[in-house]
């Protein structure tokens, strides 16, 4: 006959005794001898195979957890006894419909089970609806939801209630798991797996997997598109908040006005820019923006689903000054995940995007003043002298930009002149032109020259302006001259000299250099005198002003009578002092 054995080990073994009711003398117990192993003494049970492993490491993320299962003993509905499986340990899992929920489980070889998870210990109770016999391999497997915090596996045992087996540690998968290209935390979207990761319930941390920036315009002053690639390891779902920082400039100039950004999209083909407002429920395609802490603010009205990527663009205009590369952030907030609503992405810095973009985001070109020579066309005192300069930036010059010559010392061209002609030709302009007359502001006693770019000039493409000067009337050296733009943060320059062979005959000359007398030098000059019987000479002094060319000739003395020309080999003759 077929007796079930109990549930659990005994501690002392069983004694089967017998008696014949109604026969006289047989009517007594007589312990039964035992053939083989103690009858109803049943053997511990105890599992042989306890191993779980996960399906995804992403936070929040639905995560499939597999358990492979076997035990010394049957499983399953034996008689009065059912099998009940009870794995604790998952930490962090939360369900928002209840503290008791019931779940689906699946099973190899059509056996039947079904699941119900407790939030009071954490555990995940299987019934067994079908026998599964000793040795027999039992695979199960279910769906809870990751906690949205980083995490290490916790520690996972294994029970069965029923069919008792005493509480064991299960043997946790320590492989990678296999990467794929879905999208979104329902849908087991995972990248760049590592060792490990199928460790159940471990969870990384949420994070930006790919965080990219690239710019339009290095150019000082100009408009400068930022264009953002984010691909995220958890859903951000409406209502998350994004914000992009240390989108800062050196200079402290102004880049946007506060309040709503337009934003854009990178590709024709996707509207991503659609999915953020500047407040919860705004309309679509903005951003807010604090110019006074130059941050970008975004709320997210549509969700976008981990390991998708998202581009969109905003627009900046640089600073007026060279800079280095900027450390641009991005963090996310507020991120509603599970029973969690309060998750987030912390602050990290944006990767340079190379793809298709050559400079870093914020790197802005230095404003240099790459070529400066000047010329002149004499070097001849009191003469009107044609003056030139060629200058070349590396970045454009704008339209207005104020350009500013000084050192232009010592020549006789008056400030009371005001302004006076320029003529200006760059080689970028692009129209048929022979260039532009214009009117300048010139300062005789600082030697400065300025005046204002008519239009604006590409970088590298040389300028070429000409204006006259008159030169003063003595000598002096080439000065030296500068020249500057403070449209932008240029550096002060100076004017290289271009020395000219063919202006002063023979000799080589350097512009702005006169060749003439010593400003302020004194010449002596003997002037004849005569009288009724000797000539005695006269010496006369004569200062050469700053200005002038001069000569002396000899003035004949006079008397009350006619001079007349002395021939005396004791005369002296006239002599002649010429500058």
């Known amino acids: 006959f077929a007796l079930f054995n109990q549930k659990l080990e005994s501690n002392e073994p069983s004694v089967i005794s017998m008696k014949f009711l109604g026969v006289c003398g047989m009517e007594t117990f007589v312990e039964v001898a035992e053939i083989a192993a103690p009858v109803l003494s049943p053997l511990p049970a105890h599992f042989l195979v306890t191993n779980i492993g996960q399906s995804t490491p992403w936070p929040g993320a639905l995560n499939t957890i597999t358990v492979t299962l076997s035990a010394s003993v049957k499983l399953g509905p034996l008689g009065p006894c059912k099998s009940l499986l009870v794995i604790d340990g998952f930490e962090g899992v939360c369900f928002a419909t209840g503290s008791t929920v019931p779940i689906d489980v699946n099973a190899s070889n059509d056996i039947a089970l079904s699941g119900m998870f407790r939030q009071s210990n954490r555990s995940v109770t299987i019934e067994v609806n079908d026998v599964v016999n000793a040795g027999q391999q039992l695979i199960a497997s279910f769906r809870v939801r990751n906690p949205a915090e980083a995490q290490p596996s916790p520690d996972f045992h294994i029970s069965s209630q029923g069919v008792e087996i005493a509480r064991t540690r299960m043997l946790k998968d320590n492989s990678s798991v296999a990467d794929n290209s879905e999208c979104g935390s329902d849908f087991g979207a995972i990248r ?97 923006w604090d110019d006074n802490g130059k941050i970008l603010t975004l709320f997210l009205g549509a969700t976008m689903r981990a390991g998708c990527e998202y581009k969109f663009c905003f627009a900046l205009r640089n600073p007026l000054c060279g800079q280095g590369p900027q450390p641009v952030c991005i963090k996310a907030r507020n991120i509603p995940s599970g029973c969690d609503l309060g998750a987030y992405i912390p602050k990290r810095t944006l990767d340079h995007d190379t793809s298709s973009l050559a400079t870093p985001p914020l790197k802005i070109t230095k404003p240099e003043i790459t070529e400066a020579v000047w010329e002149h066309s004499t070097p001849y005192p009191l003469l009107s002298n044609d003056v030139s300069v060629n200058f070349t930036a590396n970045v454009p010059i704008a339209n207005a930009s104020r350009v500013l010559f000084q050192g232009l010392t010592g020549t006789r061209t008056p400030s009371e002149m005001g302004t006076f002609g320029i003529s200006i030709l760059c080689g970028g302009w692009t129209e048929e032109t022979s260039g532009y007359n214009i009117s300048g502001d010139w300062n005789r006693t600082l030697g400065q020259l300025s005046f204002s770019m008519p239009a604006q000039n590409p970088a590298g493409s040389q300028c070429r302006i000409r204006f006259t000067v008159e030169n003063r009337e003595c000598q002096q050296a080439s000065p030296d001259a500068i020249i500057s733009i403070d449209h932008l943060c240029f550096m002060r320059v100076s004017l290289q000299r271009s020395s000219c062979s063919s202006c002063g005959g023979s000799v080589l000359t350097q512009p702005g250099q006169v060749i003439g007398p010593v400003c302020g030098a004194t010449t002596s000059t003997t002037l004849p005198t005569s009288s009724s019987s000797t000539t005695t000479p006269v010496e006369t002094t004569t200062t050469t002003p700053a200005a002038t060319t001069s000569s002396t000739t000899p003035a004949p003395t006079t008397s009350s009578t006619t001079p007349a020309p002395t021939t005396s080999s004791t005369t002296p003759a006239p002599t002649t002092s010429s500058t």
């Open 192 to 288: 760049n797996s590592q060792p490990h990761d199928a460790e159940p319930l471990r969870v990384k941390a949420p994070e930006f997997t790919k965080r990219k920036i690239g710019q339009s315009e290095p150019t000082p002053g100009f408009n400068n598109s930022l264009c953002v690639t984010l691909s995220s390891n958890i859903d951000l779902a409406p209502e998350s908040v994004l914000s992009l920082s240390s989108l800062g400039y050196v200079d402290g100039t102004f880049s946007a006005p506060n309040g709503d950004m337009m934003l854009s999209s990178v590709d024709v083909a996707d509207d991503h820019h659609l999915m953020f407002a500047s407040y919860n429920g705004g309309p679509p395609g903005n951003g807010l």
